[in-house]
């Protein structure tokens, strides 16, 4: 892995559809460091059934660069723009991209998943996604753990076993009790 240099953070890059892979390749190509995390989806055509790799944040790459030193990602094919507001850029949590890192690594069933307001979050106690957090959901009778990268408003959501979710307080009301998470 890479050292970080000096005065990089992380950034999402907003690139033209379907370009995700070719972006993350030219990235890598100029020595950036880039993360383009995918998912396995099986696609059912009339004749044959196919598992394809998917972006789990369509239309976005991660980048790890210093903002006053743009140009040179804003060439690469493909790339529309830094994503912020105005002139400002503003950089991904690299704490969200390690969530979104230990979901890949851990080898469990994600996709993507509409985005969640900030709510009762947990955190996983063990197995392959200890320590990592999120925002719990059922879906189809299965429980979810919900990983955002917020300044997207996008999410990930992998499938886990209640019984490793603790409830943890949550750090965006002021001081507040954390509800019981129901699942």
Known sequence: MLIPEEGTLWYALYVKTRFEKV????????????????YRRTSRWSDRIK???????????????????????LTIPGVNAIVGFGKNFISV?????NAIRAVLKSGNYCEPSSFLQVGERVRVEYGPLAGTEGIVLMFKNTCRLVISINMLQRSVAVEIDRDCLKSVRNQYTNGSKANTVVA
């Not at 972006?23 to 460091?33: C, F, M, P, S, T």
């Not at 598992?51 to 990602?73: H, K, M, S, T, W």
């Not at 949590?93 to 991209?97: A, K, N, S």
């Open 23 to 38: 972006v993350a390749q030219n990235l890598r190509g100029r020595g950036y460091e880039e993360f383009l995390p995918l």
């Open 51 to 73: 598992q394809i790799e998917l972006p789990l944040f369509p239309g976005y790459v991660f980048c790890r660069f210093n903002a006053f030193d743009r140009l040179p990602i």
């Open 93 to 97: 949590d690299e704490g969200e991209l």
